[in-house]
């Protein structure tokens, strides 16, 4: 078992920068991959970023990638997401999540990969 708790989130204007953690507990993090994804209101919960358990390989979405970096700190136990140049319409609750090995960006990105999720933080960019 994994606990996730995410932590950073806040209100941010246009162009700003925010830096999400998601410290874990329990089981040995640096055996999992770890993604952030976000939902907006009305919206279905989508992938932003992810991390393969060395921190050697990363993955972003379109939306994001430039703006955002994923990182690790096995020592930790925490993973992070750099967000900077933030948009409007990165407005959302963030979530980190937990997850077996994955290979590609297909498999990683999916939500269906992760076993383990915080209860997410809320990130608002005002314009």
């Known amino acids: 078992q994994v606990q996730l708790v995410e932590s950073g989130g806040g209100l941010v204007q246009a162009g700003g920068s925010l830096r999400l953690s998601c410290a874990a507990s329990?089981?040995?993090?640096?055996?999992?991959?770890m993604g952030w994804f976000r939902q907006a209101p009305g919206k279905e919960r989508e992938f932003v970023a992810a991390?393969?358990?060395?921190?050697?390989?990363?993955y972003y979405a379109d939306s994001v990638k430039g703006r955002f970096t994923i990182s690790r700190d096995n020592a930790k136990n925490t993973a992070y997401l750099q967000m900077n140049s933030l948009k409007p319409e990165d407005t959302a609750v963030y979530y980190c999540a937990a997850g077996g090995y994955s290979s590609t960006y297909s498999t990683i990105s999916s939500y269906s990969t992760y076993m383990y999720w915080g209860p997410g933080t809320q990130v608002t960019v005002s314009s």
């Open positions: 991390i393969t358990w060395s921190g050697s390989t990363t």
């Open positions: 329990g089981r040995t993090f640096r055996s999992y991959s």
